[in-house]
C-alpha cells in the first residue's frame, strides 16, 4: 500500500474498535473476525441503504454475515455534506438480502486498488499548496497533521511532530474532515463513476481495523460507521459500576458526607432550596417580536466603570496575572504534560471528571511517576467521574487497552498520589477543572481528563500566571482539607491557618508592578455565594455594542431572556451552540432556543460537531471557565471562572475563538422544524 494511502486511513481513524459478535465474544475473538471479513483477499461486501439505515453482508467460506447501522438524520441545515455516525453491529438473524426492492438502493464499494488510487489523490488534494504550511485534520485517533515540506511533498505526522517552522494554516473538527473528505471524493467519483450516487469507502486496515464510510450523493449525506466496540460491553450499567454508583450516591454523598462534613452540607441543602424555589418563580419569556432595531455602532460599555460595579457587587477583587488561551486538546493537554514533567514541587488538580479512558490512565501514569519526586493531589467529584467511567467515548480505543476498575484507586496504586473525592451531598457537584503546577503556574476552563477533551470536542483553558495564581493555590489548600478526614474542622482549621500566616506577614502582599501583567478577576459560583451569575446577568444588561456567547448547555431561562432584550436595544448578540450535543435532550432542548433566539434577531449559529467551549465577550470583557449558562452552573455547582478587560485578551478570544467559529458554523436563518418531545425537553431543561 502506497505512503498516501496509509496516511488517509489514519486521517480516517482506523483504530482501536471492534465488531461485537454476540453476547460472551472475546475481544480478540471479535477483531480476529472483523480482520478476517475485511481483509484486502477477502471479498468486498454488498451494501444496501434505506432511509437512516444500512445493511452489510459479507461472503464467509461457509455463510453471509450481515451487519447492520441505523442513524438519525440532524434536523440542522448544512451548507456542504451532512456528517454523521453510526454502529455496525453484528446481526445474529439474517434478514433476506433485498435485491430488486425499490426501496433499498445498493452502494458501490470502493476498495482495493481503486482506493489506494483515491487516497494517493486525496492526500496530495487535502494537504496545503504552499509549502511549509500545515493543516490538522482531527482523526478518530490518528491525531496527525498534513504538510507540505519545501520540496513540495505532502507528508503526514503525528500532531506536535512537524517541523518547527510549519505555520498551521486550519485546525479541523471530525464533522469538518470527512465534509471536506466528501466534497474531495465526490469529484473523484463523478469522474469515474458518472451514473453512481451512493458508494461506501472500505480502506483496507493499515495498523488495526477499518471503519466503512458511506458516501451519498443523492441526500447529501456522509456516514461514518464504527464496527461495534467491544467496550460496549466494558463499559455500562454492569452490577459492579451500578453498585459503585448507588454506593457513592447514598453511602458516600448522604451518609459519610453527612457525618465528616455536617455544617457544609446543611448550608449545601439550604442553598439547593433557596435556588430551587428562585428557579421555580420564573417569569415567561417575552413574546416573539416583529420589528428589531439595527445593531449599535458604538464603542461598548464603559469598562472601568464596568470593573468597579464588579467590585461593589460580586465581592470579588482583581489581580495581577497573564492569561494565555489554549485552544482544543492538541493544544492543552501537550502543555499539561510537559509542565507535569518539568514540575519542581507539586501538582495540584481540582476535577470533576477524571476519566478511566486511554488518555486518563496516560496523564494517571505520568502523575503516578512524578509522584516519587513531587506532592501529587487530586481531588475529583465522585459522581462525575463515576458517571464518565460508564460511558463510553465517541471515538474508538486504542486496541490493546483495558479499563482500569476505578481511576481513583489506579492513581493511587504503587504511588505516592494522593487523591480524595468530593462527595456530592444533596447531588451538589464539584464542576471546576483547575490545574496547579509549583505555585507559578494554574490552568482552568472547560477540560478535564479524558478522551473526549483531547481528541473529541472543541473546547478552551487559560493558562495563568502571576499573583492570581496564589488565590487558586488557596482555594485548592481549603478544598482538600474539606475533602479529608476531618471535613469541616480541618476546612475551618485551614482558614485559621491561612489567616494567621497573613497576619504574621503584615497583611496581604503587596502586589508587585506589573511586569507585563493584566488585571484579571475570578468568578466562581460557590454555596451561598454566586459572584459568576451576577457578573454575566449584570454585563448582558449593561451591554451597548455586542455580546458573544458560546456555550453548549443554554438553557437558563434569565439569561435567555436578558440577551433578547439586549437585541431589542440594538446590541448584536450572536450564540454559538453545538450541532452534536453530548446531552441529547439538551440537543433537543437547544432546537427550541435556537428558534426563540432567531424569532427575537439574536444571530445563532451551530458549531460542526460538539463545542464544549464556555465562553463569554461583552463589549471587550472576556470571561472563560467551567460554567455553563444553566441553573446548575449558575447557582448550584462548584465553579471556577476569569475574567478580564484587558483588550489584548478580549482581541484574541474574539479572533481566535470567536470570529474563527462563526466563519466555521451554520448559521441559522429559518427555524428549524421541532416536535412535542422538543418541547417537552426544553421545558423540563430550562433552568436546569
Avoid at 461457509?62 to 456542504?80: C, D, K, M, Q, Y
Avoid at 488561551?325 to 509542565?339: K, N, S
Avoid at 432567531?598 to 472576556?622: C, E, I, S
Wanted: charged residues 20%.
Amino acid at each position: 500500500m502506497s505512503l498516501e494511502s496509509k496516511v488517509l486511513c489514519l486521517l480516517l481513524g482506523l483504530a482501536g474498535s471492534t465488531a461485537c459478535l454476540g453476547a460472551g465474544a472475546t475481544k480478540q475473538a471479535s477483531l480476529d473476525e472483523w480482520r478476517a471479513i475485511t481483509a484486502p483477499e477477502a471479498p468486498v461486501p454488498r451494501v444496501f441503504v434505506k432511509g437512516g439505515q444500512v445493511r452489510l453482508y459479507f461472503q464467509s467460506e461457509t455463510n453471509v454475515i450481515e451487519f447492520g447501522a441505523r442513524w438519525l438524520r440532524h434536523r440542522i441545515p448544512s451548507t456542504s455534506y451532512r456528517i454523521n455516525s453510526a454502529i455496525l453491529r453484528w446481526n445474529q438473524k439474517l434478514p433476506r438480502i433485498p435485491e430488486g426492492s425499490r426501496r433499498w438502493r445498493e452502494a458501490t464499494v470502493i476498495a482495493g486498488a481503486e482506493w489506494n488510487r483515491l487516497a494517493t489523490n486525496l492526500v496530495a488534494e487535502m494537504a496545503p499548496t504552499t509549502p511549509g504550511h500545515g493543516i490538522y485534520y482531527q482523526g478518530f485517533l490518528a491525531d496527525r497533521l498534513l504538510y507540505r515540506n519545501a520540496q513540495g511533498t505532502a507528508l503526514s505526522v503525528p500532531i506536535g511532530e512537524q517541523p518547527k517552522d510549519v505555520i498551521l494554516d486550519s485546525r479541523f473538527s471530525i464533522e469538518e474532515t470527512l465534509a471536506i473528505l466528501a466534497r474531495h471524493v465526490e469529484a473523484d467519483l463523478a469522474r469515474n463513476h458518472p451514473g453512481g450516487s451512493l458508494f461506501l469507502l472500505m480502506a483496507p486496515h493499515v495498523r488495526r481495523f477499518p471503519q466503512p464510510l458511506l458516501l451519498d450523493r443523492r441526500q447529501r449525506e456522509c456516514v461514518w460507521l464504527t464496527p461495534a466496540p467491544l467496550y460496549d460491553t466494558e463499559r455500562g450499567l454492569t452490577p459492579s459500576t451500578t453498585a459503585l454508583g448507588l454506593s457513592a450516591l447514598i453511602l458516600q454523598a448522604h451518609g459519610e458526607a453527612l457525618i465528616k462534613n455536617p455544617v457544609s452540607s446543611a448550608a449545601r441543602l439550604a442553598d439547593l432550596l433557596v435556588q430551587t424555589g428562585v428557579r421555580l418563580l420564573r417569569l415567561p419569556l417575552p413574546g416573539p417580536g416583529s420589528d428589531f432595531p439595527p445593531t449599535a455602532h458604538c464603542n461598548g460599555m464603559d469598562l472601568t466603570a464596568w470593573e468597579t460595579w464588579l467590585d461593589r457587587t460580586t465581592g470579588t477583587r482583581q489581580a495581577e496575572g497573564t492569561l494565555d488561551l489554549l485552544l482544543d486538546g492538541e493544544r492543552f493537554f501537550p502543555r499539561l504534560r510537559q509542565v507535569i514533567a518539568e514540575a519542581t514541587n507539586h501538582v495540584h488538580l481540582d476535577l470533576y471528571i477524571f476519566d478511566r479512558d486511554d488518555v486518563a490512565v496516560g496523564v494517571a501514569d505520568q502523575l503516578k511517576q512524578r509522584s516519587q519526586q513531587i506532592q501529587v493531589k487530586v481531588i475529583m467529584d465522585r459522581l462525575g467521574s463515576i458517571g464518565a467511567g460508564i460511558v463510553p467515548p465517541g471515538t474508538p480505543l486504542p486496541e490493546n487497552f483495558v479499563y482500569p476498575n476505578s481511576i481513583a484507586a489506579y492513581l493511587e496504586d504503587h504511588s505516592r498520589v494522593r487523591v480524595r473525592p468530593f462527595l456530592n451531598p444533596w447531588l451538589s457537584s464539584e464542576h471546576s477543572k483547575i490545574y496547579l503546577v509549583d505555585g507559578t503556574h494554574a490552568w482552568l476552563g472547560g477540560m478535564n481528563v479524558g478522551r473526549e477533551y483531547r481528541y473529541e470536542w472543541h473546547d478552551v483553558m487559560v493558562e495563568l500566571q502571576g499573583p492570581v495564581v496564589a488565590s487558586l493555590e488557596e482555594e485548592f489548600s481549603r478544598n482538600w482539607a474539606h475533602a479529608g478526614l476531618l471535613g469541616d474542622v480541618g476546612y475551618v482549621a485551614e482558614l485559621a491557618r491561612a489567616g494567621h500566616e497573613e497576619h504574621l506577614q503584615g497583611g496581604a502582599p503587596a502586589e508587585p508592578a506589573s511586569n507585563g501583567w493584566m488585571k484579571v478577576r475570578l468568578l466562581p459560583t460557590k454555596t451561598a455565594w454566586k459572584p459568576f451569575s451576577a457578573a454575566v446577568n449584570g454585563a448582558v444588561r449593561r451591554a451597548q455594542s455586542y455580546i458573544y456567547v458560546e456555550n453548549p448547555y443554554l438553557f437558563d431561562k434569565g439569561i435567555i431572556t436578558a440577551l433578547v432584550r439586549a437585541r431589542n436595544r440594538g446590541v448584536d448578540v450572536r450564540i454559538i451552540l453545538p450541532r452534536v450535543n453530548d446531552f441529547k435532550a439538551g440537543g433537543r432542548s437547544n432546537l427550541v432556543q435556537a428558534n426563540y433566539l432567531l424569532q427575537h434577531g439574536v444571530r445563532v449559529y451551530f458549531y460542526p460537531g460538539m463545542t464544549h467551549v464556555k465562553a463569554l465577550l461583552v463589549d471587550g470583557w472576556a470571561c472563560v471557565g467551567s460554567a455553563n449558562l444553566n441553573h446548575l452552573s449558575l447557582r448550584l455547582c462548584q465553579e471556577q471562572n476569569v475574567a478580564t478587560s484587558d483588550p489584548g485578551f478580549a482581541a484574541r478570544l474574539k479572533h481566535e475563538l470567536f470570529e474563527e467559529d462563526f466563519s466555521r458554523s451554520y448559521e441559522l436563518t429559518v427555524p428549524v422544524p421541532v416536535d412535542w418531545v422538543d418541547l417537552l425537553s426544553d421545558q423540563l431543561l430550562v433552568d436546569f
